[in-house]
């Protein structure tokens, strides 16, 4: 079936430690975005990717980083940078264009 | 101002009954919308798209764009308890490539 998945499902990162969220999607999808989501918040775009090897900033980059050198995967690093990182992180892909996105399941990062 | 703004709620419906959502949006040029429904602790699920001006029927759902008013509606027909959910409003504006801006989302309780 195809689909995006994102891993791990749970995540803890102590204070000062860079972790990567892995998200794979077989929907031959060009496009894929990271979104962080908190409560009463909504989803707040971090990164996004509309083709290999290119990717822009999104509203909240700042102590992130990402990659794209396969069509398939778009990892989130999670830097020490970033202050307040405990929260839902979900990956969405967009194939046809005018189509809403596909979420994976989610990583909710927890810092202990 | 909030780019897409929903009210939070709780919506608390009995069950049966017809439930309306709104979602308003500030730019004008926005040519496509979303509905998705997320249940607690799990992503979002896109469920209704609409692109005209006007009603779009599915199933039990109903999706409706005005976009003279920047306006664009969720109802759902007959309720069920497995409807109790939050439920995103997303909307891609012009000049954004394909990015998606949600608004924060309305919790919907249907009650027995």
């Known amino acids: 079936d195809g689909g995006i998945t994102q891993s791990p499902k749970y995540l803890f990162r102590k204070e000062g430690q860079n972790v990567t969220l892995s998200c794979e999607q077989n929907l031959n999808h060009d496009a894929m975005y990271w979104y962080r989501q908190d409560p009463g918040q909504g989803l707040r775009l971090i990164y996004y990717?509309?083709?290999?090897?290119?990717?822009q900033k999104g509203d909240i980059a700042e102590g992130y980083s990402v990659s794209r050198e396969k069509k398939e995967s778009f990892p989130l690093t999670v830097t020490s940078a970033q202050k307040n990182p405990t929260a839902f992180y979900l990956c969405?892909?967009?194939?046809?264009?005018?189509?809403?996105?596909?979420f994976g399941s989610g990583t909710r990062l927890t810092v202990v | 101002q909030k780019e897409v703004e929903q009210n939070s709620g709780p919506l608390s419906v009995p069950e049966g009954a017809i439930a309306s959502l709104n979602c308003t949006y500030s730019?004008?040029?926005?040519?496509?919308f979303f509905w998705y429904r997320q249940y607690s602790g799990k992503s979002p699920e896109l469920i209704m798209s609409?692109?005209?001006?006007g009603d779009k029927e599915d199933g039990r759902f109903t999706a409706q764009l005005n976009k003279a008013s920047q306006y664009v509606s969720l109802l759902i027909r007959d309720s069920q308890p497995s409807d109790s959910a939050t439920y995103l409003c997303?909307?891609?504006?012009?000049?954004?490539?394909?990015?998606?801006?949600f608004g924060t989302g309305t919790r919907l309780q249907v009650t027995l």
């Open positions: 990717s509309q083709i290999v090897n290119d990717f």
């Open positions: 997303a909307v891609k504006s012009t000049g954004t490539a394909s990015k998606l801006t």
């Open positions: 969405a892909s967009r194939g046809v264009r005018g189509l809403g996105y596909t």
């Open positions: 730019d004008r040029g926005s040519q496509s």
């Open positions: 609409i692109y005209s001006n």
